[in-house]
C-alpha cells in the first residue's frame, strides 16, 4: 500500500536559516504529492502540491519537487521566519481512483528570533 | 475564504458512551473526509463520503463508527461505543473534487480532540 515517512522533529532554526523537512514515499504509479501545514489551533491547510515527475510546488517561499527516482519530495525554504513555526506533512494521493490522501507523521518546526 | 468549522473543539467522555463529532464543510463541496490523529502518530484516513453514501473506508472505520449528513449542511462522524484508544484529534475536510490539474485538493477543518477516560 501507499505510504509517506518524514523526518522526525522537532526541527528548531533560528529565524533566516535555510530549510529542509524530508519526505520519502512509497506509492504504485504516479501519486500526486501535497504538503499540509497545521499553525497552532488551526486545522490542516494546503501548502503545495505537484502532480508529475519533475514538477516544483511553491508557495510562501517554500519549495518541493517531486522527485520520481528516488521517491521524494523534500519541503525547502530558504528564510525561515518566527511565524513559520507550525507542524508539516507530507501526503500523497495514488493514481488508482482512490480519493483519500496518505499523510505522513508530521514534522514539528521551531523557528526562534 | 471558505472554512470547515469543527465543534466541538475538545470533548472528554467515559469508556462505553456515545460521541458525535460535528463538521460544516464548505458549502460547495461534494466529497467528505473524516480522519484521525493519535498524539504522536500519523494522520489515519477513515472514512470517504459522496452522494449521500460511503464511498471509501480504511481498515480502522469498523462497525463503531457511523456517518451521516443528516440536514445537508453537517457532516457527522458517530462513535457508537467510546475505547480508550479512541482518544485522537479527528479532522473533517472537504473537497470539490477533481481540480484542473487533476488533484483532490482538502480543505480540512481545525479539528476536534476526544479524550476517553
Known amino acids: 500500500g501507499n505510504s509517506v515517512t518524514q523526518m522526525e522533529g522537532p526541527v528548531t532554526l533560528s529565524e533566516e536559516a535555510f530549510l529542509t523537512i524530508n519526505c520519502t514515499y512509497t506509492?504504485?504509479?504516479?501519486?500526486?504529492l501535497f504538503w499540509y501545514v497545521q499553525y497552532p489551533g488551526e486545522g490542516l491547510q494546503l501548502l503545495l502540491k505537484a502532480t508529475k515527475a519533475d514538477d516544483k510546488g511553491s508557495n510562501k517561499g517554500f519549495e518541493a519537487t517531486y522527485r520520481k527516482e528516488t521517491t521524494s519530495f523534500h519541503l525547502e525554504k530558504g528564510s525561515v521566519q518566527v511565524s513559520d513555526s507550525a507542524v508539516y506533512f507530507c501526503?500523497?494521493?495514488?493514481?488508482?481512483?482512490?480519493?483519500?490522501?496518505?499523510f505522513g507523521s508530521g514534522t514539528r518546526l521551531q523557528v526562534q528570533p | 475564504e471558505p472554512e470547515v468549522t469543527q465543534t466541538p473543539s475538545h470533548q472528554v467522555t467515559q469508556m462505553g458512551q456515545e460521541v458525535i463529532l460535528r463538521c460544516v464543510p464548505i458549502?460547495?463541496?461534494?466529497?467528505f473526509y473524516w480522519y484521525r490523529q493519535i498524539l504522536g502518530q500519523k494522520v489515519e484516513f477513515l472514512v470517504s463520503f459522496y452522494n449521500n453514501e460511503i464511498s471509501e473506508k480504511s481498515e480502522i472505520f469498523d462497525d463503531q463508527f457511523s456517518v451521516e449528513r443528516p440536514d445537508g449542511s453537517n457532516f457527522t462522524l458517530k462513535i457508537r461505543s467510546t475505547k480508550l484508544e479512541d482518544s485522537a484529534m479527528y479532522f473533517c475536510?472537504?473537497?470539490?473534487?477533481?481540480?484542473?490539474?487533476?488533484?483532490?485538493?482538502?480543505?480540512f477543518g481545525a479539528g476536534s480532540r476526544l479524550t476517553v477516560l
Open positions: 501526503a500523497l494521493k495514488g493514481d488508482t481512483g482512490r480519493r483519500a490522501l496518505t
Open positions: 506509492a504504485t504509479g504516479y501519486p500526486s
Open positions: 458549502s460547495n463541496h461534494l466529497y
Open positions: 475536510a472537504s473537497s470539490a473534487g477533481t481540480g484542473p490539474s487533476g488533484a483532490n485538493v482538502l480543505t
